[in-house]
């Protein structure tokens, strides 16, 4: 059996899937299997893949008649793996050579770590490199991402043990958007996972707009486009109020908040760490850093003009 096996599910991906394939061939790790599902894609994809599960042993490949949806697909994919380790990759991004070798090397000398990312490079659709995205390391900085952004991580850098998946029953079924975070929300209440992410720049993420969550169908919102961090946040409180959630989510899209507002944030986050802490979500250790990490991200929150003065007073007076 395989050590690992990387996670593939197409949807009208005939434009990026060959690179996608070509970039898991070439890892310097050899030891996987290339689980790949085509979610009834109406190009064609299903051609360039199975050209390539023609050459090649170690890519195993399932094409379906009917589209199913991203999480279902996965789940399909997951269902065919038999990987120690379970690997995710998107149709249109490309892993880097090391990415494997890294990642799992990583994953076997830190037995306490469930899942781990690595931080990437965001391209066009030539592969032109645009930025480099810096994920946080560490797992508390991680969750609390999850609630109010700056990044946790990046879907198709994950790699995770595949005991830990199934304990969850995998992704949630019909789920069409936000399928990750979601998932990640059940693997932090029910199993009290450990996240990390490699500092090494492992993956290009492709940018373009005809990427997998642009051709979801159906297009009409339904409760499985919802954000779970509502669901995330009842865990925690047994209710979600929709002002916190409204104030999470202006300060994870870097919109500007009011004096009174930023105060009601400030309150509401540190009442979210000491959540997490008795829900077992972080350490009681992490506590410390996770209450400095609150003054810069409020700070993002205020009008550039105060931005400027604190960045002032932080350069003359150490403050």
């Known amino acids: 059996m395989p050590l690992v096996s990387v996670l593939m599910p197409v949807f009208n991906s005939e434009a990026y899937v060959s690179a996608a394939i070509e970039s898991i061939l070439a890892q310097t790790f ?87 990312g690595a931080r990437f490079r965001e391209v066009d659709q030539n592969l032109k490199p645009l930025r480099e995205q810096l994920n946080p390391l560490s797992h508390p900085l991680i969750v609390l991402n999850m609630f109010i952004g700056g990044g946790f991580i990046l879907h198709s850098t994950l790699v995770t043990r595949r005991e830990i998946l199934c304990a969850i029953g995998g992704y949630e079924p019909g789920r069409r958007k936000f399928d990750d975070l979601e998932l990640h929300s059940r693997l932090l209440a029910e199993t009290q996972i450990r996240y990390a992410n490699l500092p090494d720049i492992l993956v290009l993420y492709r940018r373009h707009k005809q990427s997998v969550s642009a051709n979801m169908s159906p297009a009409k919102p339904t409760p499985q486009y919802e954000n779970p961090t509502g669901k995330m946040l009842e865990r925690l409180w047994r209710r979600a109020p929709a002002d916190t959630l409204s104030r999470f989510a202006r300060i994870y899209a870097g919109q500007k908040l009011s004096w009174p507002q930023r105060r009601l944030a400030r309150r509401d986050l540190k009442r979210l760490i000491e959540s997490m802490v008795d829900a077992g979500w972080i350490d009681a250790g992490d506590r410390a850093l996770l209450l400095i990490e609150l003054d810069p991200r409020l700070e993002r929150t205020t009008p550039r003009l105060w931005q400027m003065f604190c960045h002032w007073r932080r350069h003359h007076f150490g403050l």
């Open 30 to 116: 050899s030891d996987f299997e290339l689980v790949i599902v085509d979610d009834a894609s109406q190009d064609g994809s299903v051609d360039v893949i199975r050209s390539y599960a023609q050459r090649d042993a170690r890519i195993r490949f399932f094409p379906f008649e009917r589209n199913v949806g991203n999480a279902n697909a996965r789940n399909h994919a997951l269902a065919f793996a038999r990987g120690k380790y379970i690997a995710v990759m998107d149709s249109d991004d490309v892993s880097l050579p090391e990415r494997l070798r890294k990642q799992l090397r990583f994953l076997e000398a830190n037995p306490h770590i469930g899942a781990l």
